[in-house]
C-alpha cells in the first residue's frame, strides 16, 4: 500500500525533544519536496518544516528555527524531524506530506501551504504534546 507514515509523537516536557518519523510504505521519496506541518486545537494547518530529497535544501518556519531539524535518510525512505526545547505551543498534531518535485517551484512554497491541496500523499498524524 502506498502511504506515509508518522511515528515518534508523545508527551514530553517543556524544554525536552522528540524525534518524529515518516517513513514512505510502497514507494521512494527520491524526487519529492517532504514538508512537516502541525495542525495546533483550534487552529489552521501550518507549515513547519520541508526538505528536498533531490539537493537537501531545508526550510524551516520562524517559530521553529534553531529548535527543529528535518533530515532524510540516504535510502530516501524516510524523513525525520528532531524536534528540541519544546515549548507548549508546540502541542499539536503533526503530519508529514509529499509531493513530486516536479511540480514543486521553492522548499520554501512547501512549507507555505501552496500545494495543501494538491499533495501526493498525506500521512495521518502523529500527536505532540508538551506538558508539565
Known amino acids: 500500500q502506498v502511504q506515509l507514515v508518522e511515528s515518534g509523537g508523545g508527551l514530553v516536557q517543556p524544554g525536552g525533544s522528540l524525534r518524529l518519523s515518516c517513513a514512505a510504505s510502497g514507494f521512494t521519496l527520491h524526487y519529492y519536496f517532504i514538508g512537516w506541518f502541525r495542525q495546533a486545537p483550534g487552529k489552521e494547518r501550518e507549515g513547519v518544516s520541508c526538505i528536498s530529497s533531490s539537493d537537501g535544501s531545508t526550510y524551516y518556519a520562524d517559530s521553529v528555527k534553531g529548535r527543529f531539524t528535518v533530515t532524510a535518510d540516504n535510502a530516501k525512505t524516510t524523513v525525520y524531524l528532531q524536534l528540541n526545547s519544546l515549548k507548549p505551543e508546540d502541542t499539536a498534531v503533526y503530519y508529514c506530506?509529499?509531493?513530486?518535485?516536479?511540480?514543486?517551484?521553492?522548499?520554501?512554497?512547501?512549507?507555505?501551504?501552496?500545494?495543501?491541496?494538491?499533495?501526493?500523499?498525506w500521512g495521518k498524524g502523529a500527536l505532540v504534546t508538551v506538558s508539565s
Open positions: 506530506a509529499a509531493k513530486e518535485s516536479v511540480w514543486v517551484t521553492s522548499v520554501q512554497a512547501m512549507c507555505n501551504m501552496t500545494y495543501q491541496y494538491g499533495m501526493d500523499y
